[in-house]
């Protein structure tokens, strides 16, 4: 017969890290309160009646513990085993929402359901995590050990990504590149992670920097070509064999930069663009030389690197004019500053950045925020629900929800890295690419830091399928941790 301590210890709840469910629970509440606060318009209801968004919130809390509870019961080794099938369902309903949701602020990626709308593109996070971790578990599986594990990691990834752009969501989308992290984490080289960060500074300076000139071209081209120079010089320091080869670039163009400042002191224009491309195109081809002489290939990887950025450029212009649609672009543009649109595109930036200023350092008090309550701020109780939280709690309110986020986001990173299997790995570091991109980009766009793209804040913003989906990121991720012991 079985003993009593036989069946405590194989109980699933045992193992449970409680300390990230508590963090949990403490955002989901703090998340109730602010969406009642966000949507309270003094006609006194209670934060319970089913007719407001908060208790629609509550009851989807509710919903979510019970789901919570649901997933730690169920048996760690079905999430692997059903990664796969869970995968291809949730992408066969994100192909099936495309063509039967209905038009929604120009969108089609809510399903409606009777009185329950939901939106498949955040349960798909989570089924990407599974399908991704699943994929890095497989036996000898090793990112780097050949190009078509690249092409599998990347489908697992891009396939929702081309199918939410297809319900025109393209905020939803832009989520799934955090998982580049995990591919990071697992063994792609830094130098994509560095490209990604050179990719967004080649387009924010080219479009910012577009109306002064510097040599008869835009200041933004100028910059680039200037980082460009920069970028070359760091990557022959860390790849050629010799200091050599990093020592005659830099001294190239530097002397270059000391005749363009001659040549301006004699009056003398010199064509910027032609210029750069020259002095550039003369660096590559030293650097291929040197290549063949030191035996470093290595070397050439500065040279794709600018060939790449200069054409990445050139592109920029095209892209944001011909691909880009009027409002991303306007919002693009409120965003860095170029045009100040506070009646249209920036109406929402700039009155939450108003509400959150007028909190000052302790906030106006619950339920007393007036930019809130008279419903300045549009979406105030989805994408923009943390500027109700910094006009009625302040700098103190701001910074404890943020400290909270930034615990969580820590918890699941340690959760990641004391996992014994590499399932249990790349699922945790999923969730965590999640959050951070999520955390990040909605706080950015509410003080105008980011492009407004209808990204929402975890745990807070106003819904249950965003509530749900990033439940069943971190209850599955912490189920697979309780497990763990068994690997021991």
């Not at 498949?120 to 890095?136: D, N, Q, R, V, Y």
Request: charged share 10%.
């Amino acid at each position: 017969m079985e003993s009593r301590s036989t069946k405590v210890q194989d109980s699933p709840l045992r193992g449970i890290d409680w300390f990230t469910v508590i963090i949990y629970v403490m955002l989901v509440t703090a998340g109730a309160v602010s969406i009642y606060a966000a949507s309270y318009d003094f006609d006194n209801a209670s934060i319970f009646d089913f007719n407001e968004f908060s208790g629609k919130q509550l009851r989807w809390i509710g919903l979510s513990f019970v789901l919570g509870l649901a997933l730690l019961l169920v048996d760690a080794r079905m999430y692997e085993t059903y990664a796969y099938p869970i995968y291809t369902g949730v992408m066969l309903l994100l192909l099936l929402t495309i063509f039967i949701a209905p038009d929604i602020k120009g969108s089609h990626s809510w399903i409606v359901l009777g009185p329950v709308s939901i939106q498949p593109a955040e349960f798909a996070k989570f089924a990407t995590a599974l399908g991704l971790a699943k994929l890095f578990s497989g036996y000898n599986f090793n990112l780097n050990a050949r190009a078509s594990n690249y092409v599998k990691a990347l489908s697992i990834i891009f396939l929702p990504v081309i199918l939410i752009l297809a319900q025109n969501e393209t905020g939803s989308a832009l989520v799934y590149l955090g998982l580049f992290f995990v591919l990071y984490r697992e063994g792609m080289s830094g130098l994509v992670l560095l490209s990604a960060i050179l990719a967004v500074a080649i387009f924010v300076i080219s479009v910012k920097f577009t109306e002064t000139t510097v040599m008869g071209m835009p200041a933004g081209q100028f910059t680039v070509y200037v980082l460009v120079m920069v970028t070359m010089v760091a990557m022959l320091a860390l790849y050629s064999k010799t200091s050599i080869t990093a020592r005659n670039t830099a001294l190239g163009f530097a002397g270059s930069g000391l005749a363009v400042w001659i040549s301006e002191l004699f009056g003398i224009e010199i064509p910027g663009n032609y210029y750069f491309m020259c002095i550039i195109g003369a660096a590559c081809v030293y650097c291929m030389v040197e290549a063949l002489r030191y035996r470093t290939p290595r070397i050439l990887a500065a040279v794709a690197a600018a060939i790449i950025a200069i054409g990445f450029m050139f592109s920029v212009s095209y892209v944001f004019t011909s691909v880009l649609k009027p409002h991303q672009q306007m919002r693009i543009k409120v965003a860095l500053g170029i045009e100040d649109d506070i009646l249209k595109a920036g109406y929402n930036v700039n009155q939450s950045k108003i509400a959150i200023g007028s909190g000052g350092f302790s906030g106006k008090g619950f339920l007393k925020g007036t930019q809130t309550k008279l419903k300045y701020v549009p979406e105030q109780h989805t994408d923009f629900i943390f500027c109700t939280i910094g006009e009625e709690q302040g700098f103190i309110g701001t910074t404890l929800t943020m400290m909270l986020f930034v615990i969580l986001i820590l918890r699941v990173i340690v959760i990641a890295e004391r996992q014994p299997t590499t399932f249990g790995r790349v699922f945790a570091y999923c969730a965590a690419s999640y959050f951070i991109v999520h955390f990040c980009i909605n706080i950015g766009m509410v003080i105008g830091l980011c492009p407004v793209i209808g990204i929402p804040l975890p745990f807070f913003s106003y819904g249950g399928s965003s509530l749900w989906g990033f439940t069943l990121l971190l209850f599955i991720m912490l189920r697979i941790d309780a497990s763990r012991r068994h690997h021991h």
